[in-house]
């Protein structure tokens, strides 16, 4: 039986990658990278669970708007044809001249604390950095679940109470970035 998930706040692994060289995520390679660190057997992945919100579109998009939307699409239907893995879309909204990502911790938390609950899971991999996520995986963790962050090595990059709550940390470092980077 399947017995662990993973899940990736989508924006906080773009941003480590960008960080670090500003290289493109091979995801399916990070998976399985992650995967094999970790030692999970992919007989016992229940799935992966991908965490993002499309770009902004205004009532009437730019055509860089219409492009950066296009090119989302791609990636979207590229993720959708991988094994095991589902995609949570939140929402993207302009602020001024900053864009803000909606409703995806609140996505990612929903899921832990449910799978973990429901005793489907007995181990979650986080791929995240966000103060955000202490109390789901404080419930999850209630429920029995152990909890393996995995986030940047640079520790501004990643939230300290979430790295302390975490029962195993686990860092993405430069080779890891080289390895899954295209």
């Not at 009532?59 to 991988?82: A, D, G, H, V």
């Not at 152990?146 to 302390?164: A, F, P, R, T």
Request: proline content about 3%; hydrophobic content about 35%.
């Amino acid at each position: 039986m399947a017995e662990t998930v993973i899940l990736i706040d989508g924006e906080y692994l773009r941003k480590i990658f960008m960080n670090n060289g500003g290289h493109r995520i091979n995801l399916p390679k990070f998976i399985e990278t992650i995967r094999n660190k970790l030692k999970i057997n992919e007989n016992n992945l229940l799935r992966t669970y991908f965490y993002t919100s499309p770009p902004y579109q205004g009532t009437k998009p730019s055509p860089e708007e219409k492009i950066k939307y296009q090119n989302f699409q791609k990636f979207l239907n590229f993720l959708e044809k991988q094994d095991s893995l589902e995609v949570r879309l939140g929402r993207t909204e302009k602020r001024g001249n900053e864009y803000t990502q909606k409703m995806v911790d609140v996505l990612l938390s929903i899921d832990l604390v449910e799978l973990s609950a429901k005793s489907k899971i007995k181990t979650a991999i986080l791929v995240a950095g966000d103060s955000d996520f202490v109390p789901a995986v404080k419930a999850a963790k209630n429920n029995g679940t152990k909890i393996i962050l995995v986030c940047s090595q640079n520790k501004g990059e990643y939230h300290y109470h979430l790295w302390k709550e975490a029962d195993r940390r686990f860092f993405v470092d430069k080779d890891i970035i080289e390895q899954c980077s295209y």
